[in-house]
């Protein structure tokens, strides 16, 4: 790891050791479930929900117009035969993605992988693993909340 590297990381930390919110972007097509993602961050004070977006196409713009540190993706959403992989992960520069499913197969995984997701996480459990899992996507990326 290079100089650059470790400084980005470490700047991530103290953001996150300082109380910066992570700002959060969050993509699934059931407003059910970006309401329950809500919910359970609504008692964290060091995430913000930046965004939410119920397919590609809306998650792209709302990406594009706001400051994201974390994007909380479904990785099956309307629209996703008009978006390769490639192109949702080249829009995510500087952010880090975090995939999510009811799915945790080996084809959802490859999928996850393909959008250049940190981690696949089972929509059945984000209420275990989802803050953990921001923060970790964070301090891995050296991505600082600014």
């Not at 975090?98 to 996480?121: C, H, I, P, Q, Y």
Request: with cysteine; charged share 20%.
């Amino acid at each position: 790891m290079d100089i650059h590297s470790r400084v980005d990381k470490l700047a991530g930390l103290y953001q996150l050791l300082m109380g910066t919110p992570i700002r959060l972007l969050i993509a699934d097509d059931s407003a059910t479930i970006r309401r329950t993602i809500c919910s359970l961050l609504q008692a964290q004070t060091d995430i913000a929900v930046c965004g939410e977006a119920g397919n590609y196409a809306e998650l792209l713009k709302i990406f594009n117009a706001t400051t994201t540190d974390v994007v909380l993706m479904d990785v099956r959403m309307p629209g996703e035969k008009m978006f390769t992989p490639a192109t949702i992960k080249a829009h995510f520069h500087g952010s880090c993605l975090l995939a999510m499913s009811v799915w945790n197969d080996a084809e959802t995984a490859s999928l996850a992988r393909s959008f250049g997701a940190t981690k696949l996480l089972d929509k059945g459990e984000l209420a275990s693993t989802l803050v953990p899992a921001v923060k970790e996507c964070v301090a891995k990326n050296g991505k600082a909340p600014s």
